[in-house]
């Protein structure tokens, strides 16, 4: 029995080893892919739950500058003369209490889990 290797042969053996590297090396290669993809699915999703915190926190500051502009404007009138002390009092404390309501409702919900 004779062997008898050829240098195409051998280039042939050669390629076929190679070839059986880079598969292996790519089955290691899409392991780590799958597992980082995972990771950033989660960092989306949490990025997602953020953004509609600071979405409703931004609502709610906004009603309560809104309140803020209200009342003092209406301070401003009252310094002018177009309104009176007391209706511009009110307001105030109107303005105050949407705000100390606004703060409670906030406590409330993170409390709740929302």
Request: aromatic share 2%.
């Amino acid at each position: 029995m004779t062997i008898t290797i050829t240098p195409q042969g051998a280039a042939w053996f050669v390629i076929a080893v190679l070839a059986m590297i880079l598969l292996v090396y790519l089955i290691l290669l899409l392991r780590k892919l799958i597992g980082t993809l995972k990771k950033v699915d989660l960092l989306l999703e949490d990025s997602k739950t953020v953004t509609e915190v600071v979405s409703r926190r931004t609502t709610d500051v906004d009603k309560m500058v809104d309140g803020v502009v209200d009342a003092v404007g209406i301070m401003t009138d009252a310094v002018k003369g177009n309104q009176s002390i007391a209706k511009a009092a009110s307001s105030v404390v109107n303005a105050a209490a949407t705000c100390v309501g606004i703060i409670r409702g906030k406590d409330a919900d993170d409390v709740k889990g929302k």
